[in-house]
């Protein structure tokens, strides 16, 4: 990336533009700025298709404008973050900007106004940068630094939704009278404008609502859970035909390949992948994963894939680095798996959500009163949560665009709450033997084991989307043979 350029005369630009900062070019001659404004060819595109969700996202408006009659509602995507200086995080639009529009702009804002029939939706995104006034080059959100944006009449067609200008917002949003709520989080200067119009209480309801609003999923959001389930798959396999590669380097070996497949068919992996050799995979977010890979450890890989539409899976395979478990290894990796499918069996619709939780713990519970970890009966154990030792987290989540999706749904439509057909959730058992744990026999310490699938609740039970990997034992010994060869 060049240096930046200042304008010779600022005092002339229109006062939107943010001048970059100078520190190469200190003067833009009158010749060049007028050399610059010229000879640009017309790249307006025409008749564009809308995206594919268009259909599904003016549904999700409909049902939000019937639950807020008469209110201004405000669901910006959020802006830029700066990592240092004038380099910036990449940007991740907002779960609920992105699931009411499609789009993923940053400073793009849904307003959805009322009216007397319900809302009328306007999509605030920045236009394309000005060739006269020198915007595009000299501004530091000028395309030329940051590539082509869609004019408002792209985003029209794309979005299925009326775009005007963002940069004229703030001020309406500050004059306008009558109720309003906005999304917090994402935006402090609609924040700023809105600061004497909301309330957090207010705000907050509608948080909820649309936290809650994706606990069921549409067919576009499904098959896009489906993908991000195919694409996590070959992910997981990518980091199988490397591993001996990653015992050569670090655990970074298999971040960084599963990240290349997440970047390749995806947007980005939804969260931090866990990448967690030998003792590591006991610490339940490793995610600094600088530590060895070595053979006969296990190998704990928590990864998924976000697709392009932003819906993330959620995976966790526990993996013999040297392609065969030991008989310690295999004995706790069963106990997780036969947890696994009781909870996996247990969610179906009308079932509640504690159901699956409840049902993995069981397995566990019993596994280690059998193995002489416990003392029984399983009931007291259950009663008391002893298991909670090795068992450490809840079953499983809500997933879609975010990884714990629906976090801010209130407890009654949620972990109290019954399963529904469209609701997808994790399953993810698991048993964790710290190496420090001088209440286990030697041989459990520092084996952690999770096993973890994404399931689509169904009419009739539920589907595992991602099944495509196996889980078996056996079957993922054989797995692993078959792609190192
Ligand atoms: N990857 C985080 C979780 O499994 O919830
Ligand atoms: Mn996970
Ligand atoms: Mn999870």
Not at 111 to 125: D, K
Not at 261 to 276: H, K, L, P, T
Not at 430 to 448: K, N
Request: with cysteine; charged share 30%; glycine share 8%.
């Amino acid at each position: 990336m060049a240096e930046e350029l200042t304008p010779s005369t600022p005092e002339e630009e229109e006062p939107q533009i943010k001048q970059r900062k100078n520190t190469l070019y200190p003067s833009v001659s009158d010749e060049l700025a007028e050399n610059m404004a010229g000879g640009w060819a017309d790249t307006e595109l025409h008749d564009l298709q809308p995206i594919a969700q268009a259909g599904h996202t003016a549904d999700r408006r409909a049902a939000l404008s019937a639950r807020f009659p008469g209110e201004r509602l405000v669901i910006p995507a959020g802006n830029l973050k700066t990592r240092s200086n004038d380099t910036e995080y990449s940007f991740r639009a907002s779960t609920e900007y992105a699931y009411l529009t499609g789009d993923q702009t940053e400073d793009g804002v849904l307003v959805l106004e009322p009216t007397a029939a319900g809302h009328r939706a306007t999509v605030y995104l920045l236009p394309r940068s000005n060739r006269e006034n020198g915007e595009f080059w000299l501004s530091g959100q000028g395309e030329l630094w940051v590539g082509r944006r869609h004019s408002l009449t792209e985003a029209e067609q794309l979005l299925g939704i009326p775009a005007k200008d963002v940069r004229e917002l703030a001020d309406s949003l500050r004059e306008a009278a009558g109720p309003v709520r906005a999304v917090r989080g994402h935006d402090a200067g609609i924040e700023a404008a809105l600061a004497d119009k909301v309330t957090a209480e207010r705000d907050e309801e509608l948080r909820v609502y649309l936290s809650e609003a994706r606990a069921v999923k549409d067919a576009f959001e499904i098959g896009e859970l489906q993908k991000a389930c195919d694409s996590t798959a070959r992910g997981f396999e990518d980091v199988v035909r490397v591993l001996d590669k990653a015992e050569a380097t670090s655990e970074r070996y298999i971040e960084g390949t599963f990240f290349l497949r997440a970047r390749v068919e995806g947007n980005d992996v939804g969260y931090g992948s866990i990448c967690a050799a030998g003792p590591h995979a006991t610490t339940l977010h490793w995610v600094r994963n600088d530590g060895p890979v070595r053979s006969g450890d296990l190998l704990l890989l928590d990864a998924g894939v976000e697709t392009t539409s932003l819906y993330t899976a959620d995976v966790t395979r526990t993996l013999p680095i040297s392609g065969r478990y030991t008989e310690i290894q295999r004995k706790i990796y069963d106990a997780v798996y036969d947890a696994q499918e009781a909870g996996i069996a247990a969610v179906k619709p009308g079932g509640k959500f504690r159901d699956f939780h409840d049902a993995s713990q069981q397995v566990l519970a019993e596994r280690l009163v059998e193995w002489g970890l416990l003392e029984g009966p399983v009931e007291r154990v259950i009663e008391l949560g002893l298991q909670r030792r090795w068992t450490l987290h809840g079953t499983g989540h809500m997933l879609g665009m975010d990884v714990h999706d629906c976090a801010a749904a209130r407890v009654e439509a949620y972990v109290d709450g019954t399963l529904e057909p469209g609701m997808c959730l994790t399953v993810e058992p698991g048993l964790y033997f710290q190496a420090d744990d001088l209440t286990v026999p030697v041989e459990y310490r520092g084996i952690g084991v999770r096993i973890e699938d994404d399931i689509l609740v169904t009419e009739d039970g539920n589907r595992n989307l991602s099944a495509s990997l196996p889980r078996q034992a056996d079957e993922v010994e054989t797995w692993m043979a078959s792609l190192k060869g």
